[in-house]
């Protein structure tokens, strides 16, 4: 006589099923993480290339063109250290020396001191487009521009694109429009302003 087992079977296949959901739940993380993929583990948050916290160290050249009544070209070499103090958005000082071409021969060398903020619009693949923007302040050998003052107040604003060379290592670039003046300290006399298109290329290395 073959026993009956179906009474038996079916108060307990709810168990059952318990306690194989339970080692589904139990393994699967450890099946997942001997994937080495961690962008699919449920454990681990997928990388961010401009998250919160972020520093970064900057190089960059420039080459600023005169546009409405200005005359003086800029050759500017920045050096900067920057942090995301939210994902995508970051604050960069920046350290300034550039060479100011003017009128009648009379050109000089300058310093500056210059923060910059910059808010990443939208990445993909190797590229992460960008705008940027910020103000510092100069003192140059002789007065930028000719009739002004040796101090001036500058600010720039514009676009670029990031480009990622290596894991943490980015090609930067882009244009900003550029302004100097010394913002009407000595009165509108003595405040010739000067008018530019920069556009500049460097490299950023990013620490997480």
Known sequence: MLADYSA???????????????????????????NGDDDFRLDVVPHKPFAQGTKTFEFQGSYTTPIRFSV?????????????????????????????????????????????????LYTVDKFSFYIDGGGGYSWANSAVPIGGTTYNINARAGLGLAYRLADDTYLTGGVRY??????????????PSIDGIEYYVGVMFAFH
């Not at 003017?102 to 910059?116: H, I, P, W």
Request: aromatic content about 12%.
């Open 178 to 191: 550029f302004h100097l003046s010394n913002g009407h300290i000595h009165g509108s006399e003595k405040n």
């Open 72 to 120: 003086e070209e800029f050759a500017t070499a920045s050096v900067g250290v920057g942090y995301y103090v939210f994902d995508n958005h970051s604050l960069t000082l920046f350290a300034q020396g550039f060479h100011v071409n003017q009128a009648f021969g009379e050109s000089t060398d300058a310093g500056a001191v210059f923060v910059l903020g910059r808010s990443i």
């Open 8 to 34: 038996p079977d079916m108060t307990t296949s709810p168990l059952r099923i318990a306690w194989i959901g339970i080692l589904c739940l139990t393994f699967s993380p450890m099946a997942q993480a001997s």
